[in-house]
């Protein structure tokens, strides 16, 4: 079983930053794509960025790109979403996903490809 933990949400200005983390245990993190999703409120889940499983290769929904940044460590199992530029409509609980036996050089975009999801973090822009 693997478990992922979220942290680094908080309240932001628009035009400022955050550095969300997703701990992993239980499992290497090596072994599985990693992806983030976002939700706000009366919304559905939505893609956010995807990483391949040695980070060969990286993903992004075109709402985030160019603000975004998603990286792995993998020494300290653990994957990171840098975002800039945030916009008020970038506020969501932010989750992280894990894609157990995923290919070694693809990702899914797809929240229904991933295997374990953590708990969420709350990210809110003001305007």
């Known amino acids: 079983q693997v478990q992922l933990v979220e942290s680094g949400g908080g309240l932001v200005q628009a035009g400022g930053s955050l550095r969300l983390s997703c701990a992993a245990s239980?499992?290497?993190?090596?072994?599985?794509?990693m992806g983030w999703f976002r939700q706000a409120p009366g919304k559905e889940r939505e893609f956010v960025s995807a990483?391949?499983?040695?980070?060969?290769?990286?993903y992004y929904a075109d709402s985030v790109k160019g603000r975004s940044t998603i990286s792995r460590d993998n020494d300290k199992n653990t994957v990171y979403l840098g975002m800039n530029s945030l916009k008020p409509e970038d506020t969501a609980v932010y989750y992280c996903?894990?894609?157990?036996?995923?290919?070694?050089?693809?990702?899914?975009?797809?929240?229904?490809?991933?295997?374990?999801w953590g708990q969420g973090t709350q990210v809110t822009v003001s305007s």
């Open positions: 990483i391949t499983r040695l980070g060969a290769r990286t």
């Open positions: 239980g499992r290497a993190l090596s072994s599985m794509a």
């Open positions: 996903a894990a894609q157990d036996k995923s290919p070694a050089y693809t990702a899914s975009t797809v929240a229904d490809a991933y295997d374990y």
